[in-house]
């Protein structure tokens, strides 16, 4: 969630200046390993990835699955921090709209270019999502131009 990115310093100019920690690792499990679904909360299931509910007993965390995190997040932050699928919808609702490709529009704010990574993110179908490498690169191109 944008409320658990810490920005302590922001260089408009030169954008390697900055200096951005991330919080609250209370759901960090390592890639492979599953948490118990007692610890998903409804206020956090808008950043899982679709794949996690697939199997109730056994979530897949993975790469793809964090990429598909960072997605929402970055959809978050152009979004001036708006919940992603709006604060009262229920578990259910969110994982329907996932399931039905109920995506995430475009914020005013959000460069085209970026648009286009943040929906690469959010890719439902794995085989056709941006690692964390790839998207690392295609933000570094971003801010060269």
Sequence with gaps: RCMNVLVFEM???????????????????PIGHHVSNKRMTDDLMQYYAPEIRQNENKPKYSELSDVYSMGVLMWQ??????????RDTKDGE????KSNKGKLSQPKQC?????????????SQLESQYNFAQVKTRLINIQKE
């Design 77 to 86: 932050a152009c979004s001036k921090g708006t919940i992603p699928y709006g």
């Design 11 to 29: 260089d408009s100019s030169d954008p390697t200046k900055n200096l951005v920690k991330l919080t609250n690792f209370s759901m960090a499990c």
């Design 111 to 123: 460069q085209n270019k970026l648009w286009e990574i943040i929906l690469d993110c959010l890719h």
């Design 94 to 97: 969110i994982q329907q709209r």
